[in-house]
């Protein structure tokens, strides 16, 4: 157990929803990640929080995506009008300054 | 622009030793790491190295060349529970400590077989 949690684990939606998750992290780490991880790859950057502060999102990342983290604690990834290829695993992780990351069990979104 | 290679596959017998290459090309570089994943879980943390050398921990090792852009992980003893898929990530920080993130591989699935 990391000690970083996700709720929910599953959701199924369906295509053109809006889905939110979230995500909290070790309680001391005031770093926050999310990625996404498909099938056969490693997990690809989202965005990265340092306490409330979105300090980078990817480029990958289009609008329908949006992270908060508003009082530097747990932190919400929404993402609007879903489609079939943002099925994937949702990975959060949380670190404190300069050191390794850790994961939390992730959720896995399945858009219909 | 980024790259990280790793093998797709490995397969190795219980008791023996492994060791999984990792060569990468990123804008920046401030350390790499190696994740291990079981099916369906989260990856978790293994091993980290910032200086050229060695780093041992347990039955686990990873080797870092910077000047080569090159990593390996050792894994020694084999178990069938080091089944899993091994990550190697770089952090990439190409502004001097403006971002953490890591820059992952695709993964190396190694099958540990008895």
């Known amino acids: 157990d990391t000690g970083v949690s996700q709720n929910p684990r599953h959701k199924i939606t369906k295509r053109g929803q809006n889905v939110t998750f979230r995500c909290d992290p070790i309680?001391?780490?005031?770093?926050l990640y999310w990625y996404r991880q498909t099938l056969g790859q490693g997990p690809e950057f989202l965005t990265y929080?340092?306490?409330?502060?979105?300090?980078?999102k990817s480029r990958l990342l289009s609008d329908r995506f949006s992270a908060e983290r508003p009082k530097g604690s747990f932190s919400t990834l929404e993402i609007q009008r879903t489609e079939q290829g943002d099925s994937a695993m949702y990975l959060c992780?949380?670190?404190?300054?300069?050191?390794?990351?850790?994961f939390g069990p992730g959720t896995r979104l399945t858009v219909t | 622009g980024q790259n990280i290679d790793q093998p797709t596959e490995m397969t190795a017998t219980e008791g023996a030793i492994v060791q999984i290459n990792c060569t990468y090309q990123?804008?920046?570089?401030?350390?790499l790491f190696w994740y291990q994943q079981h099916a369906g879980e989260a990856p978790t943390f293994l091993s980290y190295n910032v200086l050229d050398g060695l780093e041992e921990k347990g039955r686990f090792s990873s080797f870092l060349s910077r000047s080569k852009g090159y990593s390996y992980l050792l894994l020694k003893e084999l178990q069938m529970k080091d089944s899993a898929s091994y990550l190697c990530?770089?952090?990439?920080?190409?502004?001097?400590?403006?971002?953490?993130?890591?820059?992952f591989g695709t993964g190396t699935l190694l099958a540990v077989q008895p």
């Open positions: 990123t804008s920046g570089f401030n350390g």
């Open positions: 309680s001391e780490h005031n770093r």
């Open positions: 990530a770089v952090r990439d920080d190409p502004y001097g400590g403006a971002t953490n993130k890591l820059i």
């Open positions: 929080f340092q306490n409330e502060a979105q300090l980078e």
């Open positions: 992780a949380s670190s404190a300054l300069g050191a390794e990351q850790y």
